[in-house]
């Protein structure tokens, strides 16, 4: 990680910052919202989002309202430094539709696939083998940083309102890959989930 951070900033960039430090906000705050509306869908992946509004239009008003991590450390970012350009890495393709989102787009400038930044760094000719594997400053918490792996937002959750909450028991369930989000969601539209914070993510 350490020798990534050197590469791109070769490549120009300013600094670098984990989008799990942004996963960690989100957690709270949707434990905060799911121990308020009792039923809510996580809104971290735009794939399942946008699914949600299609095919299930009537589980679209338990989709969570807040962020997802890209945009809640996005705007922490332009917070802190107002005039500074934003751009996010990851390997969903979908976080380019997300960043098109009104919401969204007010503070995410960029958004680049894993793959777009490969062929950057070859154009520029950044040999990681040539870069010093320095040590990697880790701010975010562990289920932050598990956030991007299937039922990590759940597991998440989960340990934020047993912080907060430790008499409260958490009903979680998770789904990866359109075909178990849409079982999920159909289990949902029965009312079978009451209580329950259904997570999804559109890839397997």
């Known amino acids: ?33 799911l121990s308020e509306k009792k ?10 989002v946008r699914y949600i509004e299609t095919q299930f239009p009537g589980v679209a008003k338990d989709i969570s309202h807040n962020l997802s991590p890209m945009a809640e450390i ?9 005039s500074s350009k934003v751009i996010f890495i990851g390997p969903c393709t979908a976080k380019k539709a ?7 787009g007010d503070y995410v400038d960029v958004v680049l696939t894993f793959e777009e930044l490969r062929g950057m760094l070859e154009a520029k000719n950044i040999d990681f083998s040539q870069i010093p594997d320095e040590q990697a400053q880790y701010e975010a918490s562990a289920p932050g940083v598990g956030f991007a792996a ?3 937002v759940a597991k998440a959750v989960e340990k934020v309102i047993e912080k907060l909450e430790p008499d409260r028991q958490v009903k979680t369930v998770y789904a990866e890959g359109l075909r178990e ?24």
């Not at 960039?13 to 989100?26: Q, S, W």
């Not at 997300?98 to 969204?104: A, D, F, I, L, S």
């Open 150 to 152: 299937s039922g990590g």
């Open 74 to 82: 996005s705007k922490h970012i332009k917070r802190l430094h107002p």
């Open 181 to 204: 989000c849409r079982q999920m969601l159909r289990v949902a539209r029965t009312g079978k989930y009451d209580g329950y914070l259904l997570e999804g993510m559109a890839c397997p």
């Open 39 to 48: 039923f809510l869908t996580s809104s971290c992946c735009p794939a399942f």
């Open 98 to 104: 997300e960043r098109k989102n009104e919401q969204v």
């Open 1 to 33: 990680v350490g020798q990534i951070v050197s590469g791109l900033k070769q490549l120009g960039f300013f600094n670098v910052i984990e989008a799990a430090l942004g996963a960690d906000m989100v957690a709270y705050k949707e434990a905060k919202e």
